[in-house]
């Protein structure tokens, strides 16, 4: 075993999270190293293929996939420098002041520690850092103004102007994506082409992937990223009461120990609890932060409700990006679906590729053959599809816990639980019927509904955060309530899922909680 | 897999073909190529080679030339890590050789118990497409083995990689491809 030079902060996980925690710590002055159990790509290496983008992703993560809902883990998790943000859709909308307060204004959920204008500045300093498109003054019918985005929205193409119509059919406003891509030049970033392959990493720096955004920015500010250092547990001192290090496996498996004076856990939503439980002493019995008994409870995901529409006409179903041209918040209030809780975001326009989970072979599943032959050539123009995530609520049952079997490392695997209650089977079967009626009234020549497995889609909490040690594991910057110099990033901190993609809140959240360290760098420090 | 093999691959990686081993050497062919040379395969027999080529020509036409078996041979026999199939992406638990072997086992004998002992690759078009019609909606009696909804899904997304995933894919379909780093060969 190596003992490695004490630094500042040692941050496990290159992603979204913990990318940010290293460049404002980075910054400050601080030495900051990064764990990152993956490989360390390049943009060079980021290939247009859905076949070679696979490569980004796990090959069989160490959990176990149960419950009535398992979640669809590999396809959403990252694996190597970047993270899930290396491959993520880069849609950017914010959560709205109504996700914040749940239990308070509605008896359901979880109330977040903070509200709405606690997190606003920083998702405005994050559009302006990394760069988003879109239209803020749009926005603003949902939500408090702010500063406009720093670029311009993005252009739009027929397979998401086609929406207008039928959304206007049923009352529901689309304004352009707010996006983490370049509409235009940004920061020495090229401009978007429009190729459609966000999703198996953008090669070009258009899309604000960590690379090139806050990930790239620590490295400049002498941040070290040591990649293929698989960490697996938290080191504290004999009382328990202050992190003291990271234990980690490096490339030739090798045990290491990285001292530090501060430790972020960045390893998203699945991995933290496991680390957190696997680093369990007598001091904390239960695992690391764990007072509370809810490291790795109320795991959370979004569904999402998708409609195709199949046109005669080209709808240049190959332009475009991953994510979205056009989006609605007018679906976003929980009590919007009779019959249903939770919120709805409605998103329309989207490049589509032949394979993968998301290509337009997998419109209708059903087909194979020379029926699937057929239709893959009408596809191929003509198709085009709208969805809208829904908000699943918290449930303290969707869970994330150790099991006896271990990894190479001896580190025990975790089992993610995962199952969707009634109000969200409801939320998913409203959006369905709505979705239908909105593409009708598109003239589409056919439209469907794309049921099949309820989709799990961003995973969230396992380690959220409360006003109270008592029911919670952090505070609202991630600071753990047991261990002072021990934080969280990422969304597992999140108290309720909303229904927005969670990035944007993600890198809003973590510049708060970083900005917060650095200024308290005294106090909290070991 | 010896070294010499990851590296070559890892060539592959980026000029978009795999390696593939001929006469003791290691080339980078597309599995279509790999097919059409009768390249040796690694980790499927033969009669399960059969069955993959059958099953993949009644999933996507044109599969089976477009060398499905050799495609699924060659990345069920490198590091999982290495791989890139859409087992990967379907949380499918490495070694993929493992889910292969068993719904290919599941389909035989099915396929043998319904039709007095032909296996899959043995039974007519027509007796193909209604099998596989069967297996995507769980409805063949005795099955034993993954789901077969399960295998379906999976093995028509090989079918649908090796096809339209590739640059000849979407030049069949006629839309662009619209590479920024462009897998050669067509790959």
């Not at chain 2, 035989?108 to 019609?133: C, I, M, P, T, Y």
Request: hydrophobic fraction near 40%; charged fraction near 20%; include cysteine.
């Amino acid at each position: 075993m190596a003992v490695n030079e004490k630094v500042d902060a040692v941050v496990v996980g290159a992603g979204a999270s913990g990318s940010v925690f290293a460049a404002v710590l980075a910054r400050a002055g601080k030495k900051v190293v990064v764990l990152e159990q993956g490989p360390d790509w390049q943009p060079k290496e980021l290939i247009s293929s859905d076949i070679w983008g696979r490569r980004i992703k796990p090959a069989g993560g160490p959990f176990l996939l149960e419950g009535k809902n398992p979640f669809g883990y590999v396809y959403q998790a990252g694996w190597g420098v970047g993270g899930a943000a290396l491959h993520y859709f880069a849609n950017f909308p914010r959560l709205l002041p109504n996700d914040f307060k749940m239990r308070s204004e509605h008896g359901r959920g979880l109330d977040w520690p903070i509200s709405y204008s606690d997190v606003a500045p920083y998702y405005d300093q994050v559009a302006q850092d990394v760069g988003v498109s879109g239209d803020a003054k749009a926005e603003e019918i949902w939500r408090p103004a702010g500063r406009p985005y720093p670029m311009p929205p993005m252009q739009t193409f027929r397979n998401g102007e086609i929406w207008r119509k039928g959304c206007e059919s049923s009352g529901i406003r689309l304004v352009p994506a707010a996006v983490g891509m370049n509409s235009i030049e940004y920061k020495g970033r090229p401009a978007c082409i429009y190729d459609g392959w966000c999703h198996i990493g953008c090669p070009i720096g258009a899309l604000a992937n960590p690379l090139v955004t806050y990930l790239g920015e620590a490295r400049k500010a002498g941040a070290e990223v040591r990649a293929r250092a698989m960490a697996t547990r938290v080191l504290t001192n004999a009382q328990g009461n202050k992190a003291t290090a990271v234990e980690y496996y490096d490339a030739n498996k090798e045990r290491q120990v990285q001292e530090a004076s501060v430790v972020v856990l960045a390893a998203w939503s699945a991995q933290n609890p496991r680390i957190l439980l696997n680093s369990a002493t007598d001091k904390h019995a239960k695992g690391l932060a764990n007072g509370s008994g809810l490291v790795g409870k109320y795991v959370m995901c979004h569904f999402s409700s998708g409609t195709w529409a199949l046109f005669d006409e080209d709808m240049q179903s190959y332009l475009g990006t991953t994510g979205a041209q056009l989006m609605s918040y007018d679906r976003y209030d929980k009590t919007s679906r009779k019959g249903a809780f939770g919120s709805s975001f409605i998103v329309a326009g989207t490049a589509l590729k032949t394979s993968d989970l998301g290509g337009f072979a997998n419109a209708r599943l059903d087909l194979f053959g020379p029926d699937l032959a057929t239709f893959m050539k009408r596809a191929a123009r003509g198709l085009t599809r709208i969805g809208a995530f829904g908000e699943a609520l918290p449930n303290i049952e969707n869970r994330i816990e150790l099991v006896s079997d271990k990894d190479e490392f001896g580190m025990q695997l975790g089992k993610i639980v995962h199952g969707f209650d009634q109000d969200a089977v409801a939320l998913w079967n409203a959006n369905f019927d709505e979705g239908l009626k909105i593409a009708k009234a598109t003239g589409a020549k056919e439209v469907w509904s794309a049921r099949g497995n309820m989709p799990t889609i961003h995973l969230m909490g396992g380690t959220i955060m409360g006003a109270e040690a008592a029911n919670s594991v952090t505070n609202s910057y991630g600071q753990t309530h047991e261990v002072p110099n021990l934080y969280v990033a990422g969304p597992g901190i999140f108290a309720t899922a909303g229904a927005s993609n969670p990035t944007y809140t993600v890198l809003a959240l973590s510049l708060r909680g970083a900005e917060q360290m650095a200024k308290d760098w005294g106090t909290i420090a070991d | 897999m010896h070294d010499i093999e990851r590296r070559a691959l890892l060539k592959g990686a980026g000029i978009g073909a795999l390696a593939f081993c001929v006469g003791g050497a290691e080339v980078m062919l597309t599995p279509r190529a790999a097919r059409a040379q009768g390249v040796a395969l690694r980790t499927l027999s033969a009669a399960q080679a059969a069955a993959l080529d059958a099953l993949g020509e009644t999933l996507v036409p044109g599969a089976r030339q477009a060398g499905i078996s050799h495609f699924i041979d060659q990345q069920i026999s490198i590091p999982a890590e290495e791989a890139l199939l859409e087992a990967r992406i379907l949380n499918v638990r490495p070694p993929y050789a493992n889910f292969y072997r068993a719904a290919l086992g599941a389909i035989e004998r099915a396929s043998e118990k319904l039709n007095q002992g032909r296996g899959f690759a043995q039974l007519s078009e027509a007796e193909q497409r209604s099998f596989v019609d069967q297996m995507r909606q769980a409805k063949l009696e005795g099955w034993q083995g993954p789901p077969g909804p399960f295998v379906y899904l999976l093995l028509r997304s090989d079918a649908v990689d090796v096809v339209y995933g590739t640059m000849d894919g979407y030049a069949a379909l006629g839309i662009p491809y619209k590479a920024h780093i462009a897998p050669t060969q067509r790959w």
